[in-house]
């Protein structure tokens, strides 16, 4: 049974995972960044060992799934924009040493990448790209069955691949990554951009509500969508032609909404990738549910001490 943590800007939360990566508890609660490290980790400790309690189990492993950067070597928090402060901060060996078990951490889109290639849609897909969309733009790569590294243990950061570099400024200081053409609060500024002043939507207007208005028909929200099939088109074809994967799985809350999208994606792909097999490379949608976090969480620690397929243990 492996403990799994999900550390996200506005909440934590753990699970208890079995070996074939079913949750059998889990528990959560808001990370409340600016109450400092410290306080976190022991609500952290606290609900592992309730989750661990009602799964009825010893926890033999933790893993952790976090929002980077995050150093999966020494363990330490990076400069993580939802947390600055947590910089240097150590939770692999924290945990370690108050389970006394061993611990692995992973960039949480890595942790995805690895669960959906072991018990979810990307399995057995040797050159696996699991690509999430939300607030951001994050992806894992899969190679062999391993987790692709960047020298030093980087992850790399596809989300900021240049579509456009006369595009919106992104958060990384440049311009016109895909997450900054492609992200969710990207439809949002776009279509703020667009509207007239009296549209009536337009308070409190998200990447989740213009789907829906979307698929209701509305106009403007249509063609933001449309848009934003085509900028998420873009990266990917970028991603087939790089790569020639086997497989592109996709997960994150606007890919919650696929069905506006995958057509207009499916066409940009193949308009541009003419110099790879791209029909090889199967488009399919993340399969873990609601639970993939914790799941991934989990497989980070397979990943990192099991056999190199992540079996045996
Ligand atoms: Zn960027």
Redesign the pocket.
Known sequence: MIGAVDIGGTKIAVGAVDNQGRVLARAECLTFPERGYREAFERTEKLLREVAKSAGAELTGIGIGSTGPVDAFSGEFGNVTFFPAWQGENPVSDLARSFGVRVAIENDADSSALAEYAWGAGKNKERLIYVTVGTGIGAGIILDGRLYRGVKGAHP?L??HVIDATGPL?????HG?W??LAAGPAMVSWLKGQVPVDYPYREGLTAKRICELAFSGEQWARRAADREAHYLGLGLANLVTTFAPDAIVLGGSVMKSAVLFLEEIRRVICRCCRLVPWSQAELTLASLGDDANLIGAARVWHHRFADARGNGV
């Open positions: 950061e989300g900021h992104c958060d990384c200081g440049f990554c997450e900054s």
